[in-house]
C-alpha cells in the first residue's frame, strides 16, 4: 500500500508559479511511475504528465514547455513546478503512483487546490 499527500497548492496571479509536493510513504519508492492528474470544476480529470522510474515524462498538451516534474527519491517525494500559470490552470491536482510499467494508476493522493487569479 502506497499512502501519498499532496502540499503546496494555493492562490497565485496569471504569470506566477507554484510547487506541488507529493510525500509517498507505505512502500518502497522505487520502480514506482508518478503522474500528475488535475479536475476543474465541472470537468472531468485530466492527465497533467508523468515521471517514469525510467526517469522519462510526457506531459499534456496545454502544460508542457510551463510544467515540470521530478522526484527526490530520498525523500520519497515528487514535485510538480508550475510556472507561467494561466487562469485554466485553476484545479484540483492529484498526484498518482502505479507499479513502473503499468498502465493502471493504482495509488491516488486526496489532492490539493491551485487557483489562478486574472
Known amino acids: 500500500q502506497v499512502q501519498l499527500v499532496e502540499s503546496g497548492g494555493g492562490l497565485v496571479q496569471t504569470g506566477g508559479s507554484l510547487r506541488l509536493s507529493c510525500a509517498a510513504s507505505?512502500?518502497?519508492?522505487?520502480?514506482?511511475?508518478m503522474g500528475w492528474f488535475r479536475q476543474a470544476p465541472g470537468k472531468e480529470r485530466e492527465f497533467v504528465g508523468v515521471l517514469r522510474w525510467s526517469t522519462s515524462t510526457d506531459y499534456a498538451d496545454s502544460v508542457k514547455g510551463r510544467f515540470t516534474i521530478s522526484r527526490n527519491n530520498a525523500k520519497n517525494t515528487v514535485y510538480l513546478q508550475m510556472d507561467s500559470l494561466k487562469p485554466e490552470d485553476t484545479a484540483v491536482y492529484y498526484c498518482a503512483a502505479r507499479p513502473s510499467g503499468q498502465y493502471s494508476w493504482k495509488y491516488w493522493g486526496q489532492g490539493t487546490q491551485v487557483t489562478v487569479s486574472s
Open positions: 507505505g512502500r518502497t519508492f522505487s520502480n514506482v511511475d
